[in-house]
């Protein structure tokens, strides 16, 4: 299950900038303890559903998980050994722009030990 929006305007984005500080999403609003980020970054589709494959199985049932990130953002790429030019490449994953200070993931109902190690597995 890969994650992606059903419906899109435009196929294709520019690449845009990812810098400062995040002012919305930078505290907890559903868990007890979360995963921050320390720098400006992209984090894509696969490696969302791969933390969350990794929470599910350590935390086995026990407490629950928040994803606060949704990949919006199409990548493209041109094939390798391409010339330059001929247009945009086609679209090759989905991402989501993380500014620093970001709430990532939030963890609810197990104890703070557990917490850590679980939340330090997806830093």
């Keep these: 299950m890969s ?12 690449t845009g900038k990812n810098h400062g ?5 930078n505290e907890l609003n559903f868990g ?8 400006n970054g992209r984090i ?7 933390c969350r494959l990794t929470v599910a199985r350590k935390m086995k049932g026990a407490g629950k998980l928040w994803i606060n990130v ?6 493209t790429k041109k094939p390798a050994e391409t010339r330059m ?5 086609d679209l090759d994953h ?3 722009p993380i500014r ?10 197990v104890p703070e030990d557990f917490a850590k190690l679980v939340l330090r597995l997806l830093a």
């Design 94 to 96: 989905w991402t989501c």
């Design 32 to 39: 007890e303890y979360g995963l921050k980020s320390l720098q």
């Design 70 to 75: 949704f990949p919006y953002k199409p990548v």
């Design 21 to 25: 500080i995040a002012t919305v999403g």
């Design 3 to 14: 994650l992606m929006p059903r419906k899109v305007k435009y196929r294709k984005s520019q």
């Design 44 to 50: 894509g589709a696969n490696h969302i559903e791969a």
């Design 85 to 89: 030019g001929k247009g945009k490449g």
């Design 100 to 109: 620093r200070g970001k709430v990532i993931f939030e963890i609810k109902g």
